[in-house]
């Protein structure tokens, strides 16, 4: 028989899943935006202010507050092609 973890008094922690992720940024206000979404909690991993863009890894619930900061555009999940 299992008990659960309210009847074995253990706390349990779900760990969130990190996702990695492509911004895009104003690029206009680039540095303050990569700022903005560093601070909410975004990795940033690669930063490429020509085309405004960032790449990081973040919380999947954390996207909808990254998608909120004034001056990004778009959030995409990078997803993995797998060859036939």
């Known amino acids: 028989m299992k008990l659960s973890a309210r ?14 992720v492509t911004v895009s940024v104003d690029r206009a206000r ?28 973040a919380p999947r619930e954390l996207l909808p507050s990254l998608e909120a900061i004034e001056g990004v555009g778009k959030i995409e999940e990078d997803r993995t092609i797998e060859a036939l």
């Open 30 to 57: 680039f540095a303050d935006v990569v700022d903005a979404v560093r601070e909410a909690g975004l990795n940033v991993i690669s930063e490429m202010p020509i085309i405004g863009v960032v790449a990081g890894t």
């Open 7 to 20: 009847q074995t008094g253990k706390v349990v922690v779900k760990q969130s899943q990190n996702v990695q």
